[in-house]
């Protein structure tokens, strides 16, 4: 076995194994990932801290959450927070965008704001099909203010019949949430609650006080 540590070959080798790094900025690879188990909150399950019941009282009650008022904004402020670890690279944000503009009768791509006035302070990104929703990726910008977001995003759903709410990969806070960690054949179970109708989500502001 021959090993090349130093000299012109040992450059050119180090030159040809870290290209792929090297331009990474303007490489991107998008693949296809069914988890093997994900979390699900089913809403005779979904909960959320007590605290976020004093929290909208003392802070959030006018804080307003809306639906899709400013897709692009929501998109560009997640990849920023996360810019070192988030999958929403700007390739991405073009193409969900473009489902977002074009809903069909099976999926949209959605976006979920919470403002302070016009200050966007958390949101997220998700989609719907039939009548679930699915969180992508969520950000927040004021301390609390995504709690008060994923609990009011909860509420609405719950409200206005969702069948359930597709949280993705384990993560220990959605537990908090009420959902519950599911294996395929578990999944395939909700699926079959799916209705024929694809949900969609209102255009008006709703005051965190009216939900929590």
Same mark, same amino acid.
């Given at each position: ?68 008022? $400013? ?30 503009? $074009?809903?069909? *009768?099976?999926? *949209? ?7 302070? +006035? ?12 039939? $009548? ?10 004021? *301390? ?33 949430? +009420?959902?519950?960690?599911? $294996? ?29």
């Amino acid at each position: 076995e021959k090993r090349v540590t130093s000299g012109a070959e040992f450059d050119t080798y180090n030159e040809l194994i870290s290209y792929p790094f090297k331009y990474t900025v303007a490489r991107y690879f998008l693949t296809i990932h069914h988890h093997e188990e994900k979390m699900v909150i089913d809403f005779k399950d979904f909960k959320y801290p007590k605290k976020a019941h004093r929290w909208s009282r003392q802070k959030f009650g006018e804080y307003t959450l809306t639906f899709n008022k $400013n897709f692009r904004l929501c998109a560009e402020t997640l990849a920023q927070q996360y810019a070192e670890e988030t999958w929403v690279v700007a390739p991405l944000i073009d193409a969900l965008e473009k489902i977002h503009k $074009n809903p069909d *009768s099976e999926v *949209s791509i959605d976006s979920v704001e919470l403002w302070h +006035g016009d200050e966007l302070v958390a949101g997220e990104l998700g989609f719907i099909t039939h $009548n679930a929703y699915a969180s992508l990726c969520g950000f927040h910008t004021e *301390s609390n203010s995504g709690t008060i977001q994923m609990a009011a995003l909860g509420e609405y759903l719950k409200a206005n019949g969702f069948a359930y709410w597709d949280l993705g990969m384990e993560m220990d806070y959605k537990y908090v949430y +009420g959902a519950k960690l599911l $294996n395929r054949d578990m999944q395939a179970e909700y699926y079959s609650k799916l209705s024929e109708e694809r949900f969609s989500l209102t255009d008006k502001e709703i005051k965190i006080k009216e939900l929590l």
